[in-house]
């Protein structure tokens, strides 16, 4: 393995550059990432980089679910809970019975099992392909709260799925009795166990004497204990690190000080940018070996049935997103629902198209097993391989390449669910400087005549409440105190370099507060 070191540190930098340039074009990285894999497949001397298929889940999916799990909000997850859980269990299997049914009919040699598990494996969308489309556009809310709510929860039971049917493959047979009990214990053990994790790891950030950096490792460590334990007593280790990170999500203020959510936010947003582009790279670095094993095929042949299955899950989740839409309307006269107006047929269109797939169907793809426990080889694996691979890119160059346009010209309505940003701002600052007020006002009045600080605070928050229509600053003004912090950094480290008898460490203090200042100010 030490021998591809190089050629991973070369793939890294590799990824930087394709995003910079993604970012630069406005073309979702993902994207180009899958193109320059399969381009590099193809140039001699590229290393054929083979992972063990059962480590597939355990390197990548913990962080990135975890991860995804810190991110969402919970207020938005449970606001929309209904059209979330809808997309997530039922269109998931909707869609993962209608790729059973289609492989069946018309690819030789599928079985309906064999169907189920290429449903399984393709059912899910991908998360990180639509997040990287959805930044270069305006979106509303309720909309990236949907997608973000699904694909936290649509990996979970399209991988429930394609467990079951990859014992049945296996086996060759199915008893639907002990399926429904595996079935109840994936789920009830999966979501206590991450429960029950997320509550030590809590309890253990809380009563050790950690710093920073010891916080940061322990949630690098958490979701892959999480996970590992979960799979271990065979439950749903995606539920564990799903239902632990919630938890843990939510209760970050308390066991969490601020120097560690700032550590662990930068640290987490380049490792899980990484592991996204490594995988991403290495779905187009495995179209080589992917092919070569349909050798009995036609690669046309073979290319067809991908697209076969490719228009399956297109169609089915533009189905499946209206037919949402009018079970909405119709349950609306039954039960409370987050929005009981008619959505239209812009909002749904937008949530069907986005449809990508990507990290999660590669990962369960490669881990199917390559032989069987009789050691016959695996039937048609090579095959869902090479059907996976081009759902993977015909929906990330026809969706992923369209959808910007799409929510362009389609002129969402804004749908008035929220404030708007700058007003919510503004009353924000405005309560929070009355709140603080009042609080000082009422428990330390008596240090306001001789503290100092407390005096510009509080000169600060009375300038919040009377002048919250200057909280806005111009553009221009802003350039000026940019330029005054670049010159007050250049200062530092002048300053620095000259005096000898200067630690450095106070210079760096210094610097980090410039940099939080910057920050701060690019918010305002």
Not at 129 to 148: G, N, Q
Not at 208 to 233: N, S
Not at 281 to 290: D, S, Y
Request: a neutral charge; proline letters at 4%; aromatic letters at 12%.
């Amino acid at each position: 393995m030490t021998e591809y070191f190089p050629w991973f540190l070369a793939a890294i930098i590799a990824i930087v550059i394709l995003v910079i340039v993604a970012n630069k074009i406005k073309v979702a990285y993902p994207v180009l990432l899958v193109i320059a894999g399969l381009l590099l497949s193809f140039l001699p001397g590229t290393p054929v980089i083979r992972i063990e298929p059962e480590l597939i889940f355990i390197i990548f999916l913990p962080p990135l679910l975890y991860e995804a799990a810190w991110a969402i909000s919970w207020k938005e997850l449970w606001k929309w809970r209904r059209i979330i859980c809808s997309f997530a269990f039922v269109v998931v299997f909707l869609t993962a019975l209608s790729v059973a049914f289609v492989a069946n009919a018309f690819i030789p040699g599928f079985s309906f099992a064999l169907g189920l598990l290429l449903g399984g494996i393709v059912s899910p969308p991908d998360a990180v392909s639509t997040s990287a489309i959805l930044k270069f556009v305006k979106i509303p809310k309720r909309i990236t709260s949907i997608l973000e709510g699904e694909s936290l929860l649509n990996d979970a039971s399209a991988l429930i799925i394609f467990r079951f049917t990859l014992i049945a493959v296996a086996t060759g047979q199915f008893v639907w009795y002990s399926a429904a009990l595996s079935f109840a214990w994936m789920l009830i053990g999966g979501i206590g166990i991450g429960l029950l994790l997320g509550w030590i790891f809590m309890k253990l950030h809380r009563l050790l004497p950690t710093d920073a950096r010891m916080d940061v490792v322990l949630t690098i460590v958490t979701p892959y204990l999480m996970y590992i334990t979960a799979e271990e007593v065979h439950s749903s280790g995606v539920l564990a690190v799903v239902s632990g990170g919630l938890y843990l999500s939510n209760r970050r203020l308390y066991f969490l000080n601020s120097a560690s959510r700032l550590a662990g936010l930068n640290i987490w947003e380049g490792l899980v940018f990484v592991l996204n582009g490594l995988v991403f790279l290495l779905i187009g670095l495995e179209l080589p070996e992917i092919t070569s094993g349909i050798n009995d095929m036609s690669i046309y042949t073979a290319v067809g049935y991908g697209l076969l299955i490719s228009m399956v899950l297109i169609l089915g989740r533009i189905l499946t997103a209206f037919g949402a839409v009018v079970v909405t309307l119709v349950m609306r006269n039954f039960i409370t629902v987050a929005d009981s107006t008619n959505p239209g047929i812009k909002g749904p269109f937008i949530l069907a198209w986005a449809g990508m797939r990507g990290v999660v169907s590669l990962a369960a793809a490669l881990s199917i097993p390559v032989y069987l426990q009789d050691g016959s080889e695996f039937p048609q694996r090579n095959l869902i391989l090479f059907i996976t691979f081009v759902v993977i890119l015909s929906t990330l160059l026809l969706q992923g390449l369209t959808l910007p346009y799409f929510i362009k010209k389609l002129n969402l309505p804004d749908y008035n669910d929220y404030i708007p940003e700058e007003e919510a701002d503004k009353f924000i600052r405005k309560e929070l400087a009355k709140h603080s007020l009042q609080y000082v006002n009422d428990f330390h009045s008596e240090h306001l005549k001789t503290h100092v600080f407390l005096q510009h605070a509080t000169a600060k928050w009375n300038n919040h409440i009377i002048e919250t229509e200057q909280l806005t600053i111009p553009a221009e003004q802003k350039e000026i105190y940019f330029k005054v912090l670049e010159q007050q950094r250049q200062w530092l480290i002048a300053h620095n370099k000259n005096e000898k008898r200067i630690d450095e460490e106070v210079i760096r203090k210094y610097l980090l507060q410039i940099d939080i200042e910057e920050e701060r100010l690019k918010h305002l």
